[in-house]
């Protein structure tokens, strides 16, 4: 629904365009008199949208538009303005009124049952959403808080439709609550025009957007977006009829992919000349330059970052309280589509879409952990768990990609050996040459570890230490000059020992204020915090010394969650014990340690 | 006592200190911690080491675009808001981040998986390693996945100046599309990926359907598995279809891509192999006995990767490595057990085994399709090899795609049910 609605709107923005009429369409739609159906149904579909979005951003996804079982589009609005006009969902039950309503609806009495379940999933939670938002308004606010902000027309239309639910409620059109909602309003109040009207519904636009381009990349038309439903609001706009048919005509080539197209599409490279034959399809491919223009054209469209900021949700008071994480995660799926589309220019749309597609998956997830949600910052391989996302995308498959760009040049098999330049093959490092310790030792090859050295205390942090240190010495020895040049030297929290108390201690600080989630990073501008280290100090510090201290701490404390890759984890403190104190006095804070009641779990 | 195979072993100091930039799950530090716990096991003893040259421009070229290499070449992170068109061209940024020495740590890797092609055309060694190389995502004009400079397509450049016939393996959790696509056409380079494939898996390629195109049809071979695969019917699969692949394909060389991001307990991946599993397919790959250069790949818990390449390491040099591991300066990394052994991941293995013979199946009957229609380079194959064309009628390439197109149909009804969720409201309806 809400995607039809933003569909609707943005073509008949294009056409208007194109007709030398840059105005609005909804005030197209508000302003014709006569239209009150259609205006009801445009409001219906604004706030429905937002809900829709609300309840997304909880992690509850709900399709739209909604298809029966045998592929019947079912009219939302209608549905519900029947069931209001009887009196709701519960009187309607109640009385046995579904038939009347199936009839209505002008649909055959046998799907019933799935209209009825898609009245309960889909408009049953709207009303309780709608009543409980009126609720809330009336009580905080008064019953004037913002009803300047509302045209009257539409307040009163509202009104209307929500009459039969509402009855027991004040007599004054009571405003409504969510900020987004007012947001839609206010929008239209100021007539500010379709930009920004469409810039709150860029979700659902930038769906049907790559839709149509999806079209002009896939290399079969006929696969073009086997999933794509678009849903017409019955009667909306004025210029809507010169459009339906190519809109009816997509929808069918959409949903029946195999079937042969009369008469046939043209090349994707022939597009540009293509003229005559199927108006529906050059209809098709005005429209779909006509977004591109647009797309390019609109300010909003840039970073994703700009477009959280757009986004109606961000506003709401009721997600507050899950705070800004869990938002930022939800809110992605309505959000990537967008950036997505973007991509869609570029040659590369089809990778760029698909490891996009990788973090909308994972937004989608909103009960994501920790980890997730640094990672899902990035539209990319990383994403972690992906969870199969309905999307209509999933039926555009991957290919290959075929071309001189792509494939490399192999030359033909002559069944002669041509030369492998012998001129590299590598600078021999080990065995060293003239080296005659080569035949010795054979009998530690693989060799395990000792676990344990003649000292009194065996196993201690100390004992520990003492084998490393030999280990390492005896491998210094064997490797000669080698071991420098492997960078053994720089290995271990030796590294440490260049790095005095307080830079340890500055060290560990930065990184404590990492928040990967915020893009907040000590390596941003590591030389802020240290002007003598060199970046690779820095790094090398980082794998050999902090991450091994924190490591050790991990292995003793919390043996069963260890995790090396802490830089993606937001950590709290983990003891004072840490850093060169650490390797100082380990009785000492092993002491300390067992205080701590998950030691005495680990012992 | 040396392994009686020649190992050359590629390592250059500067990798490990090669930052991808916080957040970023590929760490170059695990190639420092994988030859360390090498050393660390003694196993230098029994194999060359070298340090690899660093590959010239001019040789990256070889496969990848002369501009792209050029960029690569010129671009640092200080200058990089100036390019901002070229970023998005190269597809560098998010995935593939522009970072200090970028440049070097790429001549570096490709540079040892070069070299090691070479020594193996020399015939100086029977086996080279390049723990450091494996980038099989990068395409010809742009980085992909982690990955900028694909030398395993270079390797694979130089090892067909010896051999008529290369077959490539990899198994790293992610589809090797890099390497798929620069071979695509050609018959001269058998790839075989084994991946996890659906819900959006990166890179999104390596349906089972992808078999090659023109010579190369049928000379590209991908095994889509689902999450959660194990060591059982992971290496039962993989030794079934490789066995198979090299029998029919009769390779000069082969290069196997050991990602490691297919263990369980990997920060991206999402299969359930041990190490065990893992190191078992290499065990496997090396008894026959052909040149082999063997790759590093993927693998983001970064202690995992060491244990399993160490192993592996092992393997190639036919050494059982006690499952203890030795004091070392990194083995704090390997707590709190210690050990060479990794825990099992806890992920449910989708794979029935009705889906993986299916999947089998079809792999094989594409393979029996090469036997049917030898290309001119078979002709190396001793004639005993070739099995008459019985059946003509198999060969009317008409009925073949019509074949094709079916099963298209097919696989894509399945798709449509089990990884959408899209219509779930109408499947259950009463």
Redo the contacts between chains.
């Keep these: 629904m809400a995607n039809g609605s933003s569909l609707d709107r943005l073509e008949a923005k294009t056409f208007t365009e194109s007709h030398g009429n840059g105005d609005c369409l909804i005030e197209d739609c508000v302003d014709s008199a006569g239209h009150d159906k259609a205006k009801q149904k445009s409001l219906f579909c604004q706030i429905f949208s937002v809900y829709l979005k609300e309840n997304c951003s909880r992690g509850n996804v709900?399709?739209v538009p909604?298809?029966?079982?045998d592929g019947q589009l079912l009219d939302l609005y209608q549905l519900f303005s029947l069931v209001k006009e009887k009196g709701g969902y519960d009187v309607v039950s109640r009385k046995g009124l579904w038939d009347s309503v199936i009839v209505e609806l002008g649909m055959d009495i046998c799907v019933l049952?799935?209209v009825k379940?898609?009245y309960d999933?889909y408009l049953h939670g709207f009303e309780a959403w709608l009543s409980k938002t009126f609720d809330e308004k009336s009580l905080k606010n008064g019953n004037n808080g913002c009803l300047n902000s509302l045209p009257l027309d539409l307040e009163k239309e509202f009104q209307s439709l929500l009459c039969s639910n509402l009855k027991d409620k004040d007599d004054d059109f009571v405003p409504l609550e969510s900020s987004n909602i007012i947001k839609h309003i206010d929008l239209v109040n100021q007539k500010s025009s379709g930009y920004l009207l469409n810039s709150k519904n860029l979700t659902n636009k930038c769906l049907d957007v790559q839709h149509v381009d999806g079209y002009s990349n896939d290399d079969d038309d006929k696969k073009f977006g086997n999933?794509v439903k678009v849903d017409l609001p019955a009667s909306r706009k004025r210029k809507r009829e010169s459009i339906s048919g190519m809109v009816n005509w997509t929808r069918h080539v959409a949903k029946h992919p195999?079937d042969p197209v009369t008469p046939p599409l043209p090349e994707p490279s022939k597009w540009k000349e293509y003229k005559g034959g199927n108006d529906f399809f050059v209809q098709l491919l005005r429209a779909r330059d006509a977004l591109a223009v647009r797309k390019n054209a609109e300010p909003n469209s840039g970073s994703s970052s700009q477009k959280v900021k757009m986004h109606p949700a961000m506003y709401e008071d009721s997600v507050g309280h899950q705070g800004t994480m869990k938002l930022r995660c939800s809110e992605r799926l309505p959000i990537s589509p967008k950036s997505r589309c973007t991509?869609c220019n570029?040659k590369?749309c089809?990778?760029?879409g698909?490891?996009l597609?990788?973090s909308v998956?994972m937004a989608a997830k909103p009960d994501a952990t920790e980890k997730k949600k640094?990672?899902s910052?990035?539209?990319?391989?990383?994403?972690?768990k992906?969870?199969?996302?309905?999307?209509?995308d999933?039926?555009r498959?991957?290919?290959?990609?075929?071309g001189n760009?792509?494939?490399?040049e192999?030359?033909?098999?002559t069944?002669e050996?041509?030369?492998?330049?012998?001129k590299?093959?590598?600078?021999?490092?080990?065995?060293v040459k003239d080296d005659s310790k080569?035949t010795t030792?054979?009998e530690?090859?693989?060799?395990?570890?000792?676990?344990k050295c003649s000292c009194d205390i065996q196993g201690s942090v100390d004992c520990?230490r003492f084998?490393?240190a030999?280990?390492?010495m005896k491998?210094k020895l064997e490797?000669g000059s080698v071991f420098y040049?492997?960078?053994?030297d720089?290995?271990?929290?030796?590294v440490s020992l260049q790095w005095t108390a307080d830079e340890e201690k500055k060290f560990k600080n930065a990184m404590r204020l990492?928040i990967?989630s915020q893009n907040k990073?000590?390596?941003?501008n590591p030389s802020k915090y240290f002007f003598k280290k060199t970046?690779?100090d820095m790094?090398?510090y980082?794998?050999?010394a902090y991450?091994?201290q924190l490591?050790?701490y991990?292995?003793?404390v919390t043996?069963k969650t260890?995790d090396?890759?802490d830089?993606?984890v937001e950590f709290g403190s983990f003891g004072d014990g840490f850093g060169r104190n650490r390797i100082r006095h380990p009785p000492v804070e092993f002491m300390e340690c067992s205080e701590n009641k998950q030691c005495w779990d680990y012992e | 006592m040396r392994s009686k195979d020649r190992i050359a072993y590629f390592y250059d100091g500067d990798v490990g200190s090669v930052y991808f930039g916080p957040n970023h799950p590929m760490k170059p530090h695990r190639l420092c911690m994988t030859h360390h716990l090498v050393l660390s096991y003694d196993l230098h003893k029994k194999m060359e080491i070298y340090r690899p040259h660093k590959a010239y421009p001019v040789e990256l070229a070889q496969f990848h675009s002369a501009d792209y290499v050029e960029f690569l070449h010129r671009i640092t992170p200080d200058t990089q808001h100036l390019f901002s068109t070229e970023l998005a061209k190269y597809n560098l940024g998010e995935d593939c981040p522009v970072f200090d020495n970028l440049f070097e740590f790429c001549q570096i890797y490709a540079g040892g998986t070069l070299d090691a092609a070479c020594r193996l055309n020399n015939q100086l060694c029977d086996i080279a390693i390049n723990w450091a190389g494996g980038l099989h995502h990068a395409k010809k004009c742009e980085a992909s996945g982690f990955c900028y400079i694909n030398d395993l397509v270079l390797g694979i450049l130089e090892l067909l100046k010896c051999h008529p016939r290369v077959l490539y393996i990899d198994i790293d959790v992610h589809h090797g599309d890099g390497v798929e696509e620069a071979f695509y056409f050609t018959d001269r380079v058998m790839t075989v990926s084994f991946h996890k494939y659906g819900d959006m898996f990166f890179p999104g390629t390596g349906d089972a359907k992808e078999i090659g195109e023109r010579e190369g049809k049928f000379y590209a071979i991908n095994v889509p598995l689902k999450d959660g695969i194990d060591d059982s019917s992971f290496t039962r699969l993989f030794k079934t279809i490789i066995s198979k692949v090299v029998e029919t394909y009769q390779p000069g060389a082969i290069v196997l891509q050991c990602g490691a991001d297919s263990l369980a307990g990997d920060r991206l991946g999402c299969f359930n192999l041990s190490i065990d599993g893992h190191a078992e397919c290499v065990r496997f790959v090396k008894r026959f006995n052909l040149p082999l250069l063997v790759t590093g790949g993927g693998g983001y818990t970064k202690e995992n990767v060491a244990r399993c390449w160490t192993v592996e390491t092992g393997v190639l040099l036919d050494t059982e490595l006690p499952e203890e591991i030795p004091e070392n300066v990194y083995i704090k990394y390997f707590g709190p057990e210690f050990s060479l052994k990794i825990p099992n991941g806890h992920i449910e293995n989708l794979n029935s085994k009705s889906y993986l013979s299916t999947i089998k199946m079809q792999v094989l009957e594409n393979l029996r399709c090469i036997q049917h229609a030898p290309s001119v380079q078979m002709q190396e194959v001793p004639p005993d090899f070739y099995i008459p064309d019985f059946d003509e009628d198999l060969q009317n390439p008409d009925e073949r795609i019509d074949q094709h197109t079916q099963d298209k149909h097919i696989q894509r009804d399945d798709e449509y049910y089990e990884g959408d969720n899209d219509n779930d409201h109408q499947m259950d309806l009463p």
């Design positions: 709900k399709p909604v298809m029966l079982g049952a799935s379940l898609v999933k999933g195999f991509c570029s590369s089809s990778a760029n698909n490891k597609h990788a998956n640094s990672t910052k990035s539209k990319s391989k990383w994403s972690k992906k969870k199969p996302v309905p999307s209509e999933d039926f498959v991957k290919h290959v990609s075929i760009l792509f494939q490399a192999v030359p033909q098999w069944g050996v041509s030369d492998s330049d012998p590299w093959l590598g600078t021999q490092v080990w065995p080569l030792k054979t530690f090859i693989a060799r395990g570890r000792r676990g520990v084998l490393i030999e280990n390492r491998l490797l040049q492997w960078g053994f720089k290995m271990g929290e030796e990492n990967p990073s000590f390596w941003n970046r690779k790094v090398s980082y794998f050999n991450i091994i490591r050790t991990q292995n003793r043996p260890v090396s890759d830089d993606e």
